[in-house]
């Protein structure tokens, strides 16, 4: 990536992202995939929505002023992805887990900053073993933009540098950065990923505190609408969608404490 030396603030600040490379497969719950089964223990109930209106404690993201009234029956959620310690070690797994599972409900919910599916991220140990579930249906009124064809996955590792946008506008002076992101002449590609850089379009990086500890939330997993075609220093070209979409062609990105990944993770579509 073409990144002008004089901005060393930026330079600084890389960060790998492994990017999935998704290509049609039939992926089985003992694998990292999108949108194929999860390993889900047939002892545990399948997730339901977090988000309700009025909010629950366990929602996915704070300002919630849309969710699926609480009187009404909360919809089953799908499972969008698992990642897998040996494959992504870069992903900040608790203590004692080694599996990372994403759910979606899959219509449309809004917040402040967010407007499309509800999130659910499972830290899990593969190793309890166990009867494994079989996945409901998606619930009848989920949206088919948001239901994931199955994808293995084919990780590359390539680094990524922030967006100017990251950085607070009384500090870019100091650091020797342009006023605005416009001013640099590079930009993030979409595609699907884990860590790295958040891709800015459509909104900024506020708001993005953790809502028990306060601590700045840090980008750990796209799922892109579409995989752009830049280089990444693989040799992979086969890339495929997933089969959903988010925002306009967008990518949801799903942030997380970098105290405790346990603590609410965020979400914005961009
Ligand atoms: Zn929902
Ligand atoms: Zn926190």
């Known amino acids: 990536m073409n990144l002008p030396t004089e901005f060393s603030a930026l330079i600084e600040r ?17 694998e990292s995939h999108l949108g194929g089964p999860l390993l889900w223990p047939a002892s545990e109930p399948w997730p339901t929505c977090p988000v ?23 919809p089953a959620m799908v499972g969008a992805a698992q990642f897998y310690r040996r494959d992504f070690p870069e992903l900040p797994f608790p203590d004692g887990t080694d599996l990372a599972q994403v759910l979606l409900c899959p219509t449309f919910h809004t917040s402040k900053r967010h407007y499309g599916p509800a999130v659910r ?20 009124e989920a949206d088919d933009m948001f239901l994931p064809q199955p994808r293995v996955l084919n990780p590359c590792r390539l680094e990524e540098f922030p967006y100017v946008d990251e950085f607070p506008l009384d500090r870019r ?5 342009p006023a605005s992101g416009d001013d640099v002449d590079y930009e993030l590609g979409q595609f699907s990923k884990v860590g790295g850089w958040t891709a800015w379009y459509a909104g900024d990086p506020e708001d993005l505190s953790c809502r028990e500890c306060g601590a700045r939330l840090r980008q750990a ?15 992979r070209r086969d890339d495929e969608e997933a089969g959903w979409e988010f925002g306009e062609q ?18 914005r579509t961009e």
Do not use: M
């Open 14 to 30: 890389a960060r790998t992202a492994v990017r999935l490379h998704p290509v049609d497969g039939e992926p089985a719950v003992g």
């Open 121 to 140: 991220l499972v830290w899990r140990d593969s190793k309890t073993g166990g009867e494994v579930a079989e996945a409901p249906e998606p619930p009848e």
């Open 52 to 74: 309700t209106w009025p909010p629950k404690a366990e929602a996915t993201d704070d300002g919630w002023t849309g969710g699926h009234p609480d009187d009404e029956p909360v």
């Open 173 to 177: 002076v100091e650091l020797g950065l």
């Open 221 to 235: 997993i796209a799922l892109a609408t579409q995989e752009d075609e830049v280089p990444c220093g693989c040799e």
């Open 250 to 267: 967008g990518a949801l990105n799903i942030f997380l404490c970098p105290t405790d990944p346990r603590h609410p993770v965020k979400v």
